[in-house]
């Protein structure tokens, strides 16, 4: 596998960036981590399910969890319980 030539100053600025979103909306991150996600925005320069989203968190992440409870990479989640009954199709 290849070395990732994403220096480790911005990987730290885009974690910040997920963890200050998510604290100040009360939102959880996806329960496997936020690595894949922050490892695909960063290589891709945009948002990686939506090309036209050219930021993440994006404008239109923090409506997407108050209505459908994630948005739509899946990253953010309005809680937990959301997060198993949208995956899982089950209350805990």
């Known amino acids: 596998m290849e070395k990732s030539k994403i220096s480790t100053k911005a990987r730290i600025a885009k974690e910040r960036e997920f963890l200050t979103f998510a604290q100040e909306y009360k939102f959880v991150i996806h329960p496997k981590g936020y690595d894949y996600f922050l490892r695909n925005y960063l290589e891709a320069g ?47």
């Open 46 to 92: 945009c948002c990686p399910c939506d090309p036209s989203r050219k930021s993440c968190p994006c404008g239109q992440a923090a409506r997407e969890v108050i209505q459908t409870g994630h948005c739509l990479c899946r990253l953010f989640w309005r809680s937990y319980q959301d997060f198993v009954t949208i995956m899982f199709g089950k209350e805990e």
